[in-house]
């Protein structure tokens, strides 16, 4: 199994940590290393959940919650993340929410999962094993604008179109399994490979985001996690490109504007208040951390505070 190496690590628990004594939420566990590192900044007052559609990182999280008695580990979606606060923290308020998104390197590292182009393994690609639709039933089975339009949406691949055609006129002969068989019809399909990108990146993106339903869970998750914040609580995302990341940004602009109201109404802007505010800039993995994980060249980091 491939060691999975977090990301922004420090820069995203110091980022998070205010008040030694609150109730935190890892909504992203994964192998547990932001989770570890938040517990060493709490007090023996402080409290952590964790949140995970894995069950892999649940077995880990279970272990994390035998040893240290102020962690619980939750399997779902973070969308749901105010029943299982309700559930595990009396519906206390929470002092930090933290999303680090996408997938993990032993994930991407273990052929089995199918997130990887770059390793033989069974189309399946879901995040949650146990549940849902695996990536060979779905390429196998959607209609070709269906696949030209998720490869456009959530991979932005520009030949979305002749790669949907591509996949559809091969599984009329013979229907997808593996991995390695999906990624070289779309390679040989390409006509404009990226440099330093596989051809099938963008493609193997989409279904993966498709698949797991990350943007929808992110929206509603983003919603959930400010209106669980107490004030002054901070909310960290780490996203790892574009669509997230746009996301992220225009979400906490949005919060940071207030409401949009008619220019004619006798009521003063600073008058409403603003549910966040944005702490500093956009925070990028530092030269040294991404010569050690070459990975987390592409992570953004957000920070953002409840202000009401």
């Not at 909504?27 to 952590?48: A, P």
């Not at 698949?211 to 509603?220: A, I, K, P, S, V």
Request: aromatic letters at 6%; proline letters at 4%; glycine letters at 8%.
């Amino acid at each position: 199994m491939s060691e999975h190496i977090t990301v922004l690590l420090h820069e995203a628990v110091d980022g998070l940590v205010l008040d030694a004594d609150g109730l935190y939420v890892d909504c992203t566990f994964g192998r547990g290393g932001h989770s570890q590192l938040i517990l060493e900044k709490l007090s023996v007052n402080g409290r952590l959940i964790g949140i995970d559609k894995d069950p892999r990182a649940i077995a880990t999280g279970k272990e994390l919650e035998k040893a240290d008695s102020r962690f619980q580990i939750c399997h779902g979606s973070f969308a749901d993340m105010q029943q299982m606060v309700n559930e595990q923290g009396n519906g206390q308020l929470v002092s930090g929410v933290l999303m680090d998104l996408g997938v993990s390197s032993p994930q991407l590292d273990e052929a089995e999962r199918g997130f990887s182009f770059m390793k033989d393994g069974p189309l399946d690609m879901r995040m949650n094993t146990e549940a849902g639709q695996t990536a060979a039933q779905w390429v196998n089975s959607a209609k070709e604008e269906e696949i030209a339009n998720v490869f456009y949406e959530f991979g932005e691949e520009r030949c979305s179109r002749r790669l949907a055609r591509a996949i559809v006129q091969r599984r009329e002969q013979e229907p997808f399994e593996r991995t390695l068989d999906l990624a070289e019809v779309i390679k040989v399909a390409h006509p404009r490979w990226e440099k330093n990108k596989h051809p099938a990146t963008r493609c193997f993106q989409a279904m993966r985001i498709y698949l797991n339903n990350e943007l929808g869970d992110l929206t509603n998750g983003l919603q959930v996690a400010t209106d669980m914040l107490a004030k002054s609580g901070r909310l960290v995302v780490i996203s790892f490109h574009s669509l997230e990341d746009r996301m992220v940004k225009h979400f906490i602009r949005d919060k940071e504007k207030g409401p949009q109201l008619p220019p004619d109404l006798p009521i003063m802007e600073k008058d409403f208040p603003k549910e966040l505010k944005h702490i500093g800039k956009a925070i990028k993995a530092s030269k040294a951390e991404v010569d050690v994980n070459v990975r987390s060249r592409s992570a953004i980091m957000r920070i953002a505070q409840k202000e009401m």
